[in-house]
T-cell receptor, first 111, second 113 residues
Framework: QKEVEQNSGPLSVPEGAIASLNCTYSDRGSQSFFWYRQYSGKSPELIMF????GDKEDGRFTAQLNKASQYVSLLIRDSQPSDSATYLC???????????FGAGTTVTVRA | DADVTQTPRNRITKTGKRIMLECSQT?????MYWYRQDPGLGLRLIYYSFDVKDINKGEISDGYSVSRQAQAKFSLSLESAIPNQTALYFC????????????FGPGTRLTVL
């Protein structure tokens, strides 16, 4: 079992809709969580990170963390065609300071 | 100028050849990482280094070796390349005092024939 699992996708949403991405993790020692966006053929870039239970908002993006359920999510509001990419969820372990990545969810925003 | 650079950006080689991928950074970070990415498998950690004297194996280190020549340089070697090492390779750096966010290089696309 991978340490970080993401909904497999691909996810297709119309422009202006909300895209919802989910991630679960198995290591209860994980303390912080990252969402990266990766365009095809490019390197991952950080969208946001979260380490406290609850919601964290940054522009059109909202990350949600529930440590009891070992669940992290990312909402993209008012989706734009430029949001079409693969989104990687990552969990940072406090034990060995490494990031474990999920396989990614590919999002396509239809104009 | 890019903060994390990788050379070469693309490489085609033959089975059995020795290959070195190089990574340089100007971010001043002590921590550096090598990942490979395969379709459907996400990023998998090959090796990581938390300072010049510290080298650690990741989850898929077999067939690879690394060298940390300086704080700014971290090289990945494939001693005898095989076709299933065909992948996209990323170098990354992080600063533990800034949430350990990882910054990625542009990647090296390696094809082993």
């Amino acid at each position: 079992q991978k340490e970080v699992e993401q909904n497999s996708g691909p996810l297709s949403v119309p422009e202006g809709a909300i895209a919802s991405l989910n991630c679960t993790y198995s290591d209860r020692g994980s303390q912080s969580f990252f969402w990266y966006r990766q365009y095809s053929g490019k390197s991952p870039e950080l969208i946001m990170f979260i380490y406290s239970n609850g919601d964290k908002e940054d522009g059109r993006f909202t990350a949600q963390l529930n440590k009891a359920s070992q669940y992290v999510s990312l909402l993209i509001r008012d989706s734009q065609p430029s949001d079409s990419a693969t989104y990687l969820c990552a969990a940072h372990s406090a034990n060995d300071y490494k990031l474990s990545f999920g396989a990614g969810t590919t999002v396509t925003v239809r104009a | 100028d890019a903060d994390v650079t990788q050379t070469p950006r693309n490489r085609i080689t033959k089975t059995g050849k020795r290959i070195m991928l190089e990574c340089s950074q100007t971010k001043g970070h002590d921590r550096m990482y090598w990942y490979r990415q395969d379709p459907g498998l996400g990023l998998r950690l090959i090796y990581y280094s938390f300072d010049v004297k510290d080298i650690n194996k990741g989850e898929i280190s077999d067939g690879y070796s690394v060298s940390r020549q300086a704080q700014a340089k971290f090289s990945l070697s494939l001693e005898s390349a095989i076709p299933n090492q065909t992948a996209l390779y990323f170098c990354a750096t992080s600063d533990p005092y800034r949430d350990d966010e990882q910054f990625f290089g542009p990647g090296t696309r390696l094809t082993v024939l």
